[in-house]
């Protein structure tokens, strides 16, 4: 029976109805399948969350507890503030040694010593802003980075412990103490506990009031010690030379000196092993002259003790890198070569004038590497006019003019000239890591002239090279006059070698 209107339109209302009525609980049920869905997923989310990180939040939860419970124990300070130092340390896996706690602004930097291959991963830094009884402290998880040049030994690395800014800070706010320790060894409370120095820190400040070229007299407080030195300055030029061990070439370190001051440095720093007494009255003579008042040259002479035998060459890894960060915020640029090396601009007077001139054409690069030639030292060249003062003053730079005919390329026995800013890490003949690229500095504007002792390359021809002596000569003469008189009966330690009949011939005899 066909249905009437009304009854069709009954029909469609309730079919209408029902499909509205599945439609409402299908959203409904969807709705909910999705929540569950993405709860599920957050759940499964958290359980797959990287373990290391739940390890790192554990591991501190429980090195804070442990120091609450703890912290009325007496503490022994391993490190004296004043007394740079390799300091030997256990409990905290392959790290053998540390040395001094450097504030960087946002983080704090401590040099160690360690094997090259093994990674750690287990090392906190307790970080004290008040004193070490009280419960002002931060838990941060250590970085361990290896420096490069390790030449399988033992390696000096560095540890960073982060800083994170305080609310209602401005800036970040430099610890007092940093202490080291090992997750998976709490019972030995502390392996180490080191002031922070350089809090004082703050380049943007210091900048602003720019170069200096005395010493300030206003007084600041140094470090955690509470020991009171004048106001750091800013410097253009800081050179930083590697440690010496059992050294007696006053000549050598008079003449390095002088032409650095001649060449723009302002702050000179030498890192001392052990020195013979005519070295250490010269270093006496300088650093006392600068106490007084009545030098612009900067002598700054860090004890560097004997670093373990493993690591290459008495830590010079270790001393450049201590170097760079302590020196770096109070430099413009920072100068890193040898006590037998110089850094010379040859269509610049000064460095000054040749950075400035290879920023202009280059700008924002981090580092500047000069090539090196080598200056033998088995024979005297002395320069025309100078033969005299290179024997009374035992001058390398008066009496060698012959160098290898060879030109060492980039990276190989270079050495560098860095804006700190741009530099984060050094190898010793090349920037390791940094935010800009190295400009390698053309050979007619500026070479590295190595005076060495003995020849790296035998049977090497010889070329005529007097450059050094023609530009610096004269006033070269003239200061070494005026600090030889001053160190009367000082013993000099190198004088140069005889002269030669043929001083082109090699280095060598020719093998028949």
Request: aromatic share 8%; charged share 20%; proline share 6%.
């Amino acid at each position: 029976m066909a249905l009437q209107p009304i009854q069709r339109l009954h029909v469609i209302l309730y079919a209408a109805g029902v499909l509205s009525t599945c439609l409402f609980f299908i959203a409904v049920y969807s709705r909910s399948g999705l929540k569950t869905l993405q709860e599920s997923a957050l759940n499964t989310k958290r359980i797959v969350r990287p373990y290391q990180e739940d390890q790192k939040a554990q591991a501190i939860r429980r090195l804070r507890n442990f120091y609450l419970t703890n912290i009325s124990d007496s503490v022994r300070l391993e490190l004296a503030a004043d007394r740079v130092a390799w300091q030997p340390v256990s409990g905290l896996g392959s790290i053998t040694f540390v040395h001094a706690a450097l504030w960087l602004g946002n983080n704090v930097r401590i040099l160690v010593v360690k094997p090259p291959k093994v990674a750690e991963t287990s090392i906190f830094c307790v970080l004290w802003y008040t004193t070490i009884h009280d419960s002002n402290f931060t838990i941060v998880k250590a970085h361990v980075v290896n420096l490069p040049d390790h030449h399988q030994k033992d390696t000096c690395a560095y540890i960073k412990c982060p800083v994170k800014q305080i609310k209602k800070k401005k800036k970040n706010v430099a610890p007092l103490y940093v202490g080291l320790t090992n997750a998976n060894n709490l019972t030995a409370h502390y392996s180490v506990l080191i002031p922070v120095e350089n809090r004082e820190m703050d380049p943007d400040k210091f900048f602003k009031e720019g170069i200096s070229i005395r010493q300030s007299s206003q007084k600041v407080s140094s470090n955690a010690s509470g020991k009171v030195l004048n106001k750091p300055r800013v410097v253009e030029f800081t050179v930083c030379m590697p440690a010496v061990f059992q050294y007696s070439n006053a000549a050598q370190l008079v003449e390095k000196l002088e032409m650095v001051r001649l060449l723009g440095a302002g702050r000179v720093v030498l890192y001392k092993t052990s020195v013979k007494p005519n070295v250490e009255t010269v270093l006496r003579l300088y650093t006392s002259e600068w106490a007084a008042g009545r030098e612009t040259l900067e002598l700054v002479v860090h004890s560097w003790r004997q670093p373990p035998p493993k690591v290459h060459y008495r830590g010079q890894l270790g001393a450049v890198d201590d170097c760079l960060h302590r020196y770096g915020w109070l430099s413009r640029y920072m100068v890193f070569d040898d006590l037998d090396e110089l850094i010379i601009p040859l269509r610049h007077a000064n460095w000054s004038q040749l950075i400035a001139e290879r920023e202009r054409l280059h700008p924002g690069r981090a580092a500047f590497m000069f090539r090196c030639s080598v200056m033998n030292a088995d024979h005297s060249s002395p320069a025309d006019g100078f033969r005299q003062d290179a024997i009374r003053y035992g001058s390398s730079v008066l009496s060698l003019t012959q160098r290898d005919d060879f030109i060492f390329p980039p990276a190989d026995r270079s050495k560098l000239i860095v804006d700190p800013r741009r530099t984060n890490d050094l190898a010793v003949h090349y920037m390791y890591r940094g935010t800009k690229i190295t400009d390698v500095i053309p050979v007619d504007q500026g070479l590295l002239y190595h005076y060495r002792g003995r020849p790296i390359r035998l049977c090497l021809p010889q070329v005529s090279d007097n450059r050094v002596a023609t530009i610096f000569g004269e006033r070269l003469s003239a200061r070494l006059k005026a600090i030889w008189s001053r160190l009367k009966g000082v013993a000099l330690g190198w004088l140069p070698p005889p002269e030669r009949a043929n001083s082109h011939t090699p280095s060598c005899k020719h093998q028949s």
